[in-house]
């Protein structure tokens, strides 16, 4: 198995409900998102998958969510706020949908929200 790692950054605020937490209050992150997809087999150039086609992918869906006032997005709401572990979800099915034809599947999505604090959602 081969795998690939991009990574891709964006700036959001967020405002999560976390009584007596600093986070309930509106306030932004820089994230940084590490995108890891694996697959078995090799293309005529001995690649995976063609890294620009990749951030391509990444670039559509990282878009969605740059400059944005995340919980005003149509996909986060009450039941599924933007936390870095939500981001990385959306990022993580987002991107699988947009692989669904391809030999190549996501494996894990990381969304940092600082230096030393990060979210990964692992597809089974
Ligand atoms: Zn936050």
């Known amino acids: 198995m081969f795998e690939l790692k ?9 405002q999560l409900k976390m009584v007596a937490k600093k986070c ?7 994230w940084k998102i590490e995108i890891c997809v694996a697959g078995e087999t090799l293309n005529d150039a001995g690649v995976l998958v063609d ?5 391509q992918h990444v670039s559509e ?6 400059h944005k006032f995340l919980n005003e997005l149509d996909y986060f ?8 572990e939500n981001i990385a979800y ?17 494996v894990r999505v990381t969304a940092w929200e600082s230096e030393d604090a990060c979210a990964t959602y692992i597809l089974s």
């Open 6 to 14: 991009v990574v891709s950054h964006f700036a959001a605020a967020h």
């Open 24 to 30: 309930e209050n509106l306030h932004g992150h820089n």
């Open 51 to 55: 890294f620009g086609e990749l951030k």
């Open 61 to 66: 869906i990282i878009t969605r969510l740059d």
């Open 77 to 84: 709401d009450d039941d599924n706020p933007p936390s870095s």
């Open 90 to 106: 959306y990022i993580a099915n987002s991107l699988e949908t947009k692989l669904r034809n391809s030999k190549i599947k996501v």
